[in-house]
């Protein structure tokens, strides 16, 4: 959508953009937003990379960040989703082939919530190792330590499940991982 982006602010991650929205209306089952154009930022005299920083602080604080573990029934137990970074109900996140959804609370845009804040660096803390990001829709991402699995594989998975993905939910085919030395996202070049 490259020609309606001209005008508007965002970031690219790999072949990801990343759009400034501001939020409308917020209400069960009925979220509005609008697109923030180059224009209004220079009305506001700010920079764009303050204002894209300044959105990702407040919707990390307006739809924090969860992480779902998908194991062991989660969803009959309530034992998924758990907050993510919450102090009093710490959510270890296990090294191995195991994968986690990553969301916002509210759920809608949630794969943006592995670029809010220090997110991706707790991640990569909490798994003590770099991580693998497949992002499924623009609802969730799931995370993989990249002990555990191999990227080849989740491009598969990826592939296969976005065949049946509508488009305006479709992200990327595209692999990513997380490296916390250089606390930078990158997309994976095998194929």
Known sequence: HEPRLKNMVYRRLGDIVLVLYAVIWDKPHCLITVGIGKGMVLKWEMDE???????????????????????????????????FLNPLKPLPLVGDYQGYSLTSRRGDNGAVAVCYPGVARNISALFADDFYIMFTSVREAMIHSMKGIDPAFMRTSLVSINQFRRSEEFLTNEIYCYCRQKEEFRMIAEH
Do not use: H, L, R
């Open 49 to 83: 990379e303050d204002v894209i920083q300044d959105a990702f602080v407040n919707t990390q604080t307006i739809f924090p960040p969860q992480v779902e573990d998908w194991t062991f029934g989660c969803w009959e137990s309530g034992y998924g989703k758990q907050v």
